[in-house]
């Protein structure tokens, strides 16, 4: 009973929390806008995706096109335009990023906080690796030039290839450059200890691993660029350089094992790193509780949300206030398919030929938070 009255203060926390925002996302055939609480449109829906932040309560609209991008506030509606917004590119110590650009500018905002970083290369790509982040970038070929001619007639100068380059990142808030270039491949290693035999006992071989919510970090890691290779140890302190042809991961993982004189493993995950036998239970924590104990007792009626499709092929969507009665909040006609997300509280419109459209509901009322200009066209009809 505990825990079922505790699912359901989750639950209603959780809606308390929802319905205390203003604001909310909604799309028309795939293209997103803002609406309030009160079904009026705050900003047309012409924006290409609405990616929400609720740690911050907002939600980055982005265009990527010549509109500017927006963060807007789903609490108060105030809104701040950049150039571009490109949401959770890198986490720092578990807290999600967006990349900003504006004014020529870029920076890193944090998703939870205030906290901005600045930065001052166009990243591509950010991979958490411990206590590390590993990213590339492009870079242009310095210019070179063409020279001229037998006639002295300078020539154009050679074509500028861009090529990728591979750093190492401190993963906290101080973002500073570890190692700059020099490998287009890395591969983490994890200490094991050795499978050894006992009293006629095997134990097991174990991965040494740090909290599983957490990505742990390797004891050694090997950079590489084609033929040549980099052993740095957990602090990116070089080991060794050496060269070895066609080197795949378990050839280089050799060569570290017989330099360093240990065992490894590649991976340092549950699927991948072995880890230690949990202890065997005692017989009294083995009991499973007979499920109709707790559900004999007849639980009070709750209202709930639901659609329902009418033999006409319409659908409506409804609040079943109590086991009698039940209100009608809106009937869409046959050609929209309704889909209901109560986890959300987001109902989808589908019609053929066309994008889904999407839009939020109190989970509580029912009420629907899309401008009543687009009823019509999502073929609702409120009641």
Known sequence: MKKIVLTLLIFATANFAFSQHKFYAFSINGKYGIVDNLAKETIKPIYTSAISVPAKNQIHL?????????????KTGAKQLYETIFSNQVQIKG?????????????LLSEETDKTIPITRDYNDFKTVGQYIIADYDEQEPFVSGGTDKNGIPLPP????????????????????????GFDKYLPLYQTEEQQEDDGIVKMVSVKLEDFNRKPNFDYIVLSQGNNHKLYNAKMALVKAFVLANADDEKLKAFAEKLIKVNFSTKANREGGFVSVPPMMDPSMGKVKNSYEESEEKKPFKPYLYIKKLESGNTIFALQETEQISKRIFEAKAKSTVKLYEQGNEITIKIAGKEDSKFNYNPITGEIYLPKAYLEELGITLI
């Open 95 to 107: 807290v999600p990023y967006s990349i900003i650009s504006n004014k020529g500018k870029k920076f």
């Open 62 to 74: 982005k265009d990527y096109g010549d509109k500017m991008d927006i963060i807007f506030n789903t």
């Open 158 to 181: 050679k074509i500028r290839k861009i090529k990728t380059h591979f750093v190492v990142l401190a993963n906290d808030e101080s973002f500073k450059t570890i190692l700059d270039r």
